[in-house]
């Protein structure tokens, strides 16, 4: 059984707890298990419809697996009441209901930024949660903030009366995509509540990290698109070090990764370390074998052998056959979640990470 941490110790015991943010389809275990080799405090999972992972065993494991090494953790559920966030809070050390999602699929279910426009049901869950799990658990809620500033003071010192354990602010409003974020605001926030506050935004390297801290007081940073661009961030390489990138191909052979899943990260850690003629050759490989191929002969990395694998292997622990496949997983993700072109994840960062 894995061993739980308490989240709450992150605060007391690091000066800055440094966080791999939750990311739809790319924060998931073996980039979890890469960004915690490189100074990562605290990772998320990615977002998961809480009503799906509740009702489909498909959901579940596809959604979540994590093992005795990923830790803490916290999975961030998207639910639009508080049945949903109550019952799928297990497995981790702590669950994050997201508020802050401005995707247009997101705010028609009812999840994310919409949210923002239902204090009492994100109160009403945080309250329910809290009740039903004890601490150490770990409960906090992402957001973004409201125009209105003052509604979204107002909104995390009634979370705080709630019992969160963090608040994460993305310090834009759920219209904003790249534009600046506000400081002024993550100030104002921190001043008025007693919980630790996690800033995102704009964190692309360890100096940024530094700098937010020092000009918010915030107790922790969020990044996101930063570290798929550059796992390593938090150590303070400004740009993917090479032995990050075979330790990638090392998790992902293992595991026996997708290739899509694969390549997109390698695509993002290599934006910065490869050439742009070579760049443009990489980003439309379309197997493995041809990706590892280029690897090894731009960077002379090793790659395992793929017939002998176990000193590589991941334990995976959570597997979950109580509950029976239905219709219900497929039809509800295809409502959801649209499949996305490649191009567009690379070309509108800002609007599916949020950063």
């Not at 990290?209 to 698109?225: I, K, P, S, W």
């Not at 026996?256 to 934006?271: I, R, T």
């Amino acid at each position: 059984m894995k061993n739980h941490c308490d989240i709450n110790d992150l605060f007391t015991n690091e000066t800055l707890v440094k966080v791999a943010a939750p990311m739809v389809r790319y924060s998931k275990l073996q980039f979890r298990t890469l960004v915690r080799k490189y100074g990562c405090d605290l990772c998320f999972s990615p977002m998961i419809i809480a009503d799906s992972f509740i009702k489909s065993l498909k959901a579940r494991e596809s959604d979540f697996s994590t093992s005795n090494e990923d830790t803490p953790l916290s999975v961030q559920f998207a639910a639009n009441n508080n049945e949903d966030f109550v019952t799928a809070a297990k497995y981790c050390d702590g669950v994050d209901l997201n508020c802050g999602c401005p995707q247009r699929w997101a705010m028609k279910e009812g999840y994310g930024a919409d949210l923002l426009k239902k204090p009492q049901i994100i109160k009403d869950s945080v309250l329910q949660l809290r009740n039903s799990i004890p601490k150490p658990f770990a409960v906090s809620v992402k957001i973004r903030i409201n125009p209105d500033i003052r509604l979204t003071v107002e909104l995390c010192k009634s979370l705080e009366a709630a019992g969160i354990t963090f608040i994460t602010v993305h310090s834009r409003t759920p219209s904003q995509r790249c534009e600046p974020i506000n400081l002024n605001a993550l100030q104002d926030i921190k001043q008025s509540i007693k919980i630790p506050l996690i800033a995102n935004g704009d964190i692309r390297s360890l100096d940024d990290a530094l700098l937010m801290q020092e000009l918010t007081g915030c107790n922790g940073v969020m990044a996101a698109r930063g570290l798929l661009q550059n796992p390593a961030l938090f150590s303070g390489y400004d740009k993917t070090p090479v032995a990050c990138v075979e330790a990638w191909v090392k998790l992902a052979i293992e595991s026996e990764m997708p290739f899509q899943c694969f390549h997109h990260h390698l695509v993002f850690m290599l934006e910065k370390i490869l050439p742009k003629p070579e760049r443009r050759i990489f980003n439309v490989l379309s197997s493995t074998p041809d990706v590892l191929d280029s690897l090894v002969n731009y960077f002379s990395i090793e790659v395992p052998v793929r017939n002998n694998l176990s000193r590589f292997r991941t334990d995976i622990i959570y597997k979950d056959e109580t509950i029976s496949e239905s219709s219900y997983f497929l039809d509800k993700i295809s409502k959801t979640t649209p499949q996305l072109p490649f191009e567009d994840y690379l070309s509108d960062s800002c609007y599916l990470f949020g950063e």
